[in-house]
């Protein structure tokens, strides 16, 4: 499978504020470079985080986009994954409608009751095995290489990741990220609980190898393109 990572973020590499709140980084320009990216995509992947935070659609934007994929045999709107180790996703996200399929990636801490309500709201709920164990106090974790394997096995070669910052670290700590692109908007947010690129434990010894390959101008900011490599 081919992993995309996107994000926008400020100068100083915070996607929101301290408070979390969605907050407008980029614009015009860069929304439609994000929609030719999603239209490229077989599906667009977010944490759970993000879901209770901005309650997204993540559908295309442009008709002709949608049709285009149409005329090629794919579904209008690519697919939708959430990464929610706990089922925390509530019922009525607007994720969770009929414009696309969505699966949720959970745990086998998910109660029972939980997958099947989340099942009878329109979700293709995924219990992904080999997280963590739990002596390490993490059972509830979704092993995200083993959620990339449930997902290719469902059809999906491309894979677009739309973040939260924990979501984007775990993607680069299980190997899984081929491209990077990052919009730095010219803006300063500041805060040492400020979510980031990519947050979790973070990288101390090895980190993922980032080849810039391109630069864009969009809006009053810059696109920052990178090939990822072996770290």
């Known amino acids: 499978m081919h992993v995309v990572v996107n994000a926008a973020q400020s100068v100083d590499g915070k996607l929101a504020t301290r408070r979390r709140e969605q907050l407008r980084i980029s614009g015009p320009e860069d929304f439609d470079r994000v929609d030719r990216v999603r239209a490229a995509a077989d599906a667009v992947l977010v944490g759970v985080g993000t879901v209770l935070a901005d309650d997204p659609h993540l559908t295309l934007d442009e008709e002709d986009r949608r049709v285009e994929r149409l005329r090629n045999g794919r579904p209008g709107n690519p697919a939708r994954v959430v990464v929610d180790s706990t089922g925390r996703t509530p019922t009525d996200a607007r994720i969770l409608d009929d414009a696309a399929t969505t699966y949720l990636l959970v745990s086998p801490a998910t109660p029972q009751e939980r997958r099947e309500a989340l099942d009878a709201a329109g979700a293709e709920v995924v219990v992904v095995e080999g997280g963590a164990d739990e002596s390490d106090g993490e059972a509830d974790h979704v092993d995200l290489a083993a959620g990339i394997d449930a997902l290719a096995e469902r059809g999906i070669d491309r894979l677009m990741v739309e973040g939260g910052g924990e979501v984007i670290y775990s993607c680069f700590e299980a190997g ?39 630069t864009e101008r969009l809006d009053d900011g810059i696109v920052l393109s990178y090939e990822v490599g072996d770290g």
């Open 176 to 214: 899984v990220v081929d491209e990077l692109h990052a919009y730095v908007g010219s803006m300063v947010i500041g805060g040492r609980d400020a979510p980031t690129l990519a947050d979790g434990e973070g990288f101390t010894e090895s980190f993922p190898r980032l080849d810039l390959v391109d």
